[in-house]
């Protein structure tokens, strides 16, 4: 059994942890201090296609299985785990 990612799954984990490390890491604590839902970063997100993870591509979403979405969540928890988990929350409509 292969384990590795494929060149697909390596896009979409590379492509969340640099927003994770941009967009989440530099303002997760004083969001939490603050009470802030980021309500831009989850546009962000959204125009990212992370708040349409599982929503088939015909619908504008990307179509993900749950393993590649839990490939996206991880690396986006990397930055601020309660707003991945508002996405995994989003996501969760679909599926």
Same mark, same amino acid.
């Given at each position: 059994m292969d384990f590795n990612l494929n060149e697909d799954q390596q896009a979409f984990a590379e492509t969340a942890y640099q927003f994770a490390m941009t967009e989440l890491a530099p303002n997760a604590a004083r969001w939490d201090q603050e009470h802030i839902f980021p309500k831009d970063v989850i546009k962000q997100a959204g125009e990212l296609g @992370?708040? $349409? !993870?599982y929503t088939p %591509? %015909?619908? $504008?979403g990307l179509g993900l299985s749950r393993l590649d979405s839990s490939i996206? @969540? %991880?690396?986006l928890s990397m930055g601020c785990t309660? *707003? *991945?988990a508002? !996405?995994?929350i989003h996501n969760m409509q679909r599926g």
């Open positions: @992370f708040c $349409g !993870l %591509e %015909e619908a $504008g996206i @969540f %991880e690396q309660a *707003t *991945t508002m !996405l995994t």
